[in-house]
């Protein structure tokens, strides 16, 4: 998993998926009784496309579990899960597993750069 964020943060963002937080999923990907890898998803609003909108935050696979369609699978499973809302998502460019995977499930790139501050 390539990321930039810290282990307090993963703890963080565990403790909102099992503590019921409305913003937060968690979702936990199994294989005969044996967890293979894991998945969060975010829910807002999106004025810019004018519904809700469901941010695909972290899947994760072990490695000896990618390619075998669970993250295809995981993505039908949040677009049935939430018809009508726009899916979003960030993806490092040299991921090119991920991004192949993505763009496979319909996924466009947005022509913008997004920016952030922390307060």
């Known amino acids: 998993m390539s990321t930039n964020g810290s282990e307090e943060i993963f703890h963080s963002d565990v403790e909102n998926c099992v503590s019921g937080s409305p913003y937060l999923e968690g ?4 294989d005969d009784g044996k967890i293979i890898g894991y998945a969060m998803v975010a829910k807002s609003f999106s004025t810019e496309f004018g519904k809700s909108c469901i941010w695909i935050e972290d899947i994760y696979l072990k490695p000896e579990n990618c390619g075998n369609g669970v993250g295809s699978m995981f993505l039908s499973y949040i677009e049935d899960k939430y018809p009508g809302a726009i899916l979003r998502l960030e993806v490092e460019e040299e991921n090119e597993r991920a991004v ?3 763009r496979k499930n319909g996924f466009d790139e947005l022509p913008y750069m997004e920016m ?3 307060v």
């Open 27 to 30: 979702y936990v990907f199994e």
């Open 100 to 102: 192949h995977v993505y």
């Open 116 to 118: 952030k501050k922390i």
